[in-house]
């Protein structure tokens, strides 16, 4: 099957491989090209493509193989599936499984219920935001969001500043991180938290090539939180692929996460903050900033 050649993501092809990514904008984390190269090191995906779009073909750590939405236009979303679905079959021998798939993708394939089992995904839907809302925390929903962020305004007053931060301070944001985890007690956690720290070291170190803004607050000369985020204007969403506070210092989370769109973003209209993992305390925290919709992702299964 020469004509799937598989290819690795690689930085020379970032430019080329955001082609694609412009192609169709689901409002999706996935649809996220700085979350594609954050997180290349650790879940090995590799791609092929043709004249429609790009295909990917990715692989577990317990060896199964799996899919995700091709990058294409609307009109080519079937075509760029079944080819997807034939590569599997054809030269892996195996099901086609595709997830993170939106319902507006799921809509659009129209697959047949013979033939694939189509199931939401909880752990996977998406949280998006009005950015205005998280700006201010004007409004009652937001009276305990505004009296943490109060409180620590008056508590550092004087002390806490937001800078933007570059590849200048990668030893600030990984010593930071390292910090962090030891809020953290789960063994599993720890391992995400190395691989995402080793992600964000990719993205310091080719900062150039990347289209990203790193906003970092500073309390008494010291590094106590930092995000990062970036902007696609044709749904005018900000995405947060990465924020991460003191969880001591109060209100030190609402702050930073105010404080970004503000100084970073401050015409955009709305905010994707990704998926809650499955994790019970991330998802209070998620449905406690009040989205305004969540994007709802679903797993395909080839019978």
Not at 284 to 301: D, M, N, Q, R, V
Request: charged fraction near 35%.
């Amino acid at each position: 099957m020469e004509k799937y050649k598989l290819c690795e993501i690689k930085l020379e092809d970032y430019e080329k491989i955001n082609e694609y990514y412009k192609l169709r904008r689901p409002e999706t984390a996935d649809s996220n090209i700085i979350d594609l190269y954050l997180w290349k090191n650790s879940y090995p995906t590799r791609y092929f493509t043709n004249e429609k779009g790009l295909m990917w073909v990715a692989k577990s750590e317990s060896g199964q193989y799996y899919s995700s939405v091709p990058c294409c236009r609307d009109e080519d979303l079937k075509e760029c599936f079944l080819e997807t679905q034939k590569y599997f079959n054809q030269v892996l021998h195996k099901k086609l499984t595709m997830y993170v798939v939106d319902k507006a993708a799921v809509e659009k394939l129209n697959l047949s219920e013979k033939e694939y089992v189509i199931v939401p995904d909880r752990t996977y839907f998406d949280y998006v935001y009005d950015a205005e809302k998280l700006r201010t925390f004007s409004g009652k929903k937001y009276h305990k969001k505004k009296n943490h962020l109060n409180a620590f305004k008056r508590e550092y007053a004087g002390r806490y500043e937001f800078k933007f931060l570059t590849g200048k301070n990668e030893k600030e944001i990984l010593e930071f991180l390292e910090k962090w985890k030891e809020t953290k007690k789960d063994t599993e956690e720890h391992e995400f938290i190395d691989s995402e720290a080793y992600g964000i070291k990719y993205l310091l170190e080719n900062e150039d090539v990347f289209d990203y803004k790193i906003g970092g607050v500073f309390v008494d000369g010291i590094l106590e939180a930092f995000t990062i985020g970036n902007y696609y204007k044709e749904e005018d969403m900000v995405y947060v692929p990465v924020e991460k506070a003191n969880p001591n210092i109060r209100g030190l989370y609402p702050y930073i996460c105010s404080q970004f769109l503000i100084e970073a973003f401050p015409e955009a209209g709305k905010e994707n903050r990704e998926d809650d993992m499955g994790l019970e305390g991330l998802r209070k925290s998620k449905l406690s900033y009040h989205p305004i919709y969540l994007i709802e992702k679903y797993t395909i299964i080839q019978k």
